[in-house]
């Protein structure tokens, strides 16, 4: 119990510190819609995959909270997640910019006051992999309920994705590959790869408010 408030409390403070921009500019969502040219070629294509830094669908951005969307670009900006394509479209916006994408992608395809989905039981290895991780404590009911917006959303996201984003949380040292972040990096180092596999095959499964919304053209 004490190490599972630690992490809590060590990833609020994190959030608190490193992300206050999002809290200080105000998004607009119809501003966003006309600064997502360089977005929709991957995110608005179902079933489009990346091939870095291995072969992996791209994550599901519609419908993913505005405040976690933004807290990754600025990531990216910084150089804490250290994708290459991520971080140079990251650079070319300002926070401004960041705050409208944001807020679009969290408008994007939502259907308000829609039903909430039953979630599904985890197997015995994966409630107790859970339970270590500690996850439902930050990313809420069902994975789809963050207990902060500057968490993500994670039911219904790709499995494939969810692996290659847990693993580079493993990595935080290399130069294009990896992700900084003390709390997540903790935690996930605590797995090995197939464990990890196994959390993201379940949280891949479950319903949750992400998905692909086709863009009708190239901007």
Known sequence: ????????????????????????IKGDAKAGAQKIAMCIGCHGIPGYQASFPEVHKVPMISGQGAKYIASALDAYKKGDRKHPTMRGIADSLSEQDIADVAAYYAEHGTSAGAPAKPSREPNAQVAQLLQKGACVSCHGENFAKPIDPSYPKIAGQHADYLFVALKSYKTDKGAYVGRSNGVM?????????????????????????LQVVPQPRFR
């Open 1 to 24: 119990m004490k190490k599972t408030l630690t992490t809590i409390f060590g990833l609020s403070v994190a959030c608190a510190t490193g992300f206050l921009h999002a809290e200080e």
């Open 185 to 209: 990096a903790g935690i996930a180092k605590q797995f090995s790869n197939a464990e990890l596999k196994a959390l993201a095959g379940y949280l891949g499964s479950l319903d949750g408010d």
